[in-house]
């Protein structure tokens, strides 16, 4: 396995971090998840400009997007694969410990593992803690996600997949690694980006493709929802179909079953040229 770590391509078995790399002691860092195709990325050039956007909002110096790129077309390469997961990390690198980030640069890594197609339904709960919509890192993809370890150690306790959270004023906001959609009466509803929720790619491009209304939305809208469903870079869009002790159907309802359908044809041609 070859991985990118700071300007060239390694073996993964010998690269190495430092152990005073701030992304690993602090969390100073910011990360994207994209997916892979047969070696192509998908919708690359959106993830790049969260990065940048992430690595802003954490105050971090603005990555270099063409070493970016030329990594994860370079660790593509190295590594073929049918379907991949693809992760950027980007950190505020070594610095000696209680000291500022940053001293030396910055570290970057663009690292590829295989994965698999994510069936078309799952199971979610809601948790007890919520999002802080006002915090410092609302809104970015930060390394510090700790909090959705937690959240989905307990949605897997509980036999589900996904953890849903409110923000600090009990609005629906998103899941530890998704965006949420719930279809009210006929229409299909998301929060919206000030709930809290992180910019997700599948979130805006089904919010495009399919119409959703980007709503504020009470927690408790989950326990009407006619249909639920969940969008990430590696769920697409993924019917609920069982929420906390609530069932809804056994497969998608008709909107999920729709956007699932509109996402898949408008997908295939957004996956970035090589
Ligand atoms: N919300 C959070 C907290 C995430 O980590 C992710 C996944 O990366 C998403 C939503 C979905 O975003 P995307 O569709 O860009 O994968």
Known sequence: ?????????RDADGARVSVFDHGLTVGDGV????????????????????LTAS?????????????????CVAVLDAN???????????????????SDRGESGTTLVIALAE?????????????????NERGALSGLKSTSYGENVVALARAREL???????????GAL?????????????????????????????????TVTWAGAKETD???????????????????????????????LADGPGPVTAEAMRIFDAHAAADFDPR
Request: charged content about 25%; overall charge neutral.
């Open 1 to 9: 396995m070859k991985i990118w770590l700071n300007g060239g391509l």
């Open 31 to 50: 990360f994207e998840t994209l997916k892979a195709d047969h070696g192509r990325a998908f919708a690359l050039t959106r993830h790049l400009e969260r």
């Open 55 to 71: 690595a802003r909002g954490l105050g971090l110096p603005d990555p270099d997007l063409d070493e970016v790129r030329r990594g």
């Open 80 to 98: 073929p694969m049918a379907l991949g997961r693809l992760r950027i990390t980007y950190t505020g690198g070594v610095s000696p410990l209680g």
């Open 115 to 131: 994965t698999h197609r994510r069936p078309d339904t799952t199971a979610a709960v809601t948790v007890p803690w919520t999002r």
């Open 159 to 169: 036999g589900a997949s996904e953890a849903l959270f409110a923000n600090t004023v």
């Open 173 to 205: 906001c998103e899941g530890t690694g998704s965006n949420v959609f719930v279809v009210l009466d006929g229409e299909l509803h998301t929060p919206p980006l000030t709930s809290g929720c992180l910019a997700g790619i599948t979130r805006a491009l």
């Open 217 to 247: 939305l009470p927690l408790d809208a989950l326990e009407r929802a006619d249909e639920i469903f969940l969008t990430s870079t590696l769920r697409d869009v993924q019917a609920v179909t069982r929420i906390d002790r609530r069932q």
